[in-house]
């Protein structure tokens, strides 16, 4: 089992940078990615950026790059989406998610394993 915890949502103006946290515990040896997504109520969940568990590579929807970086911080075992230059359309409840299996696509939420509870950005003047 793998545990993902995010934080560091909250409200902000557009053009505000915000950064998110996401940390894990358990057997997170067996891990090959980490993923961010988001989802506005009633619509599907949306894939924002990815990275491989050792940090070497990542990957990032059009929506956002330029504007958000994802990073592995080696010393706390912490994955991070820094996220610039924000948008309205930015807002939405923001999920950290594992994955486990080296093969299947990186941007759909189904080819992840485990997923945080979530925390909410909102961008709003």
């Known amino acids: 089992q793998v545990q993902l915890v995010e934080s560091g949502g909250g409200l902000v103006h557009p053009g505000a940078s915000l950064t998110l946290s996401c940390a894990t515990a358990?057997?997170?040896?067996?891990?090959?990615?980490m993923g961010w997504f988001r989802q506005v109520h009633g619509k599907e969940r949306e894939f924002v950026a990815t990275?491989?568990?050792?940090?070497?590579?990542?990957r990032y929807a059009d929506s956002v790059k330029g504007r958000f970086t994802i990073s592995r911080d080696n010393a706390s075992n912490r994955f991070n989406l820094e996220m610039d230059s924000l948008k309205p359309e930015d807002t939405a409840l923001y999920y950290c998610?594992?994955?486990?299996?080296?093969?299947?696509?990186?941007?759909?939420?189904?080819?992840?394993?485990?997923w945080g509870q979530g925390t909410q950005v909102t961008v709003s003047s």
């Open positions: 990275i491989t568990w050792d940090g070497g590579s990542t």
């Open positions: 998610a594992a994955k486990s299996r080296p093969n299947g696509g990186s941007s759909s939420p189904d080819a992840y394993d485990y």
């Open positions: 358990g057997r997170t040896g067996s891990m090959h990615r």
